[in-house]
């Protein structure tokens, strides 16, 4: 009898033994594997040999980590693809104008001419404003990321500060000949936002008009909080429609610029808790911002 007992322990010992010895392998292979994966970014998910429940859980946790990681890389480098695609976009944006302002203030030294001063003076002015709209966008969106950047919001007449956006883009628009339709609510429309990313917004919104536009604009704002501005625009199509709001996107037949303007846009309109979508239809290109009443 205790013999049997015997041969029977020492089968259970050498059983345990083997289960213990297959576990081991199990778990060598799953940490080589998950090594070989984060080197080789081929993105492969790790095989497990043994049938132990724990060790397969074990590599599907990994295994969603690794797709995680591979993600996350996939964006990192399509960021420093789109920042380096940036940085030379704005340093030709910054070259442009800096070249032409050289030129023209070495042919302000030279002529005595008070109408070519003039017309010096006048294209001066403008690319000095191109980089000042330049270095504008860009600390906009960099205070727009940062964790501390929201503002304080409070009860805000949308209607009002659009006339007043309006207002002050007048200079602007009769720039280019555009004399903007505009179609308000009889009634105040109040949303809890903040006043000046508000009026930030609806800043960029008219600048892009101008940019893009063929010389009309409507601006129609709605009881329910939506805000459209909507122009002729024979530069674009419904290709790069969908492409304003995207970081550093750029037309080249649109005007110069950081390709920021709208991707602030989206940015203010989602802090505010609504949306921002761009539609072109029958060469017209129409931007929509919801503010929907949170209250």
């Not at 492409?243 to 920021?260: K, P, S």
Request: glycine share 8%; proline share 3%; with cysteine.
């Amino acid at each position: 009898m205790w013999q049997a007992i015997s041969f029977a322990l020492a089968a259970v010992i050498l059983l345990l033994a083997w289960k213990i010895l297959q576990l081991k392998r199990a778990a060598r292979e799953i940490a080589d594997t998950f090594s070989e994966r984060v080197r080789d970014e081929s993105g492969t998910a790790i095989g497990v040999s043994s049938r132990d429940r724990d060790l397969c859980r074990l590599a599907d946790g990994l295994n969603r980590e690794l797709a995680g990681l591979a993600k996350l890389r996939r964006q990192c480098e399509r960021s420093e693809t789109e920042l380096n695609r940036a940085v030379a976009n704005l340093s030709h944006d910054l070259r442009t104008p800096l070249t032409a302002i050289s030129g023209y203030l070495t042919l302000l030294r030279e002529t005595g001419d008070p109408a070519e001063q003039e017309q010096y003076i006048r294209v001066l002015t403008e690319r000095t404003e191109t980089m000042k709209q330049l270095a504008e966008e860009l600390l906009q969106y960099s205070g727009l990321v940062a964790p501390e950047a929201a503002g304080e919001a409070v009860p805000t007449a949308v209607d009002t500060v659009l006339s007043e956006s309006i207002a002050g883009a007048y200079p602007l628009l009769s720039g280019r000949g555009i004399t903007p339709e505009v179609k308000l609510p009889q009634e105040r429309v109040i949303r809890t936002v903040n006043r000046a990313e508000l009026s930030r917004m609806f800043g960029n919104l008219l600048t892009n008009a101008v940019r893009y536009s063929d010389g009309d604009l409507s601006i129609t704002l709605t009881e329910d909080g939506t805000v459209t501005f909507a122009n002729m625009a024979s530069g674009l199509d419904a290709v790069m429609a969908e492409q304003l709001f995207e970081r550093f996107f750029t037309v080249e037949t649109g005007g110069r610029g950081t390709g920021l303007g709208l991707s602030i846009v989206r940015m203010l309109a989602e802090r505010m808790g609504g949306s921002a979508e761009a539609r072109y239809t029958d060469g017209r290109l129409s931007v929509e911002i919801c503010l929907p009443d949170r209250g």
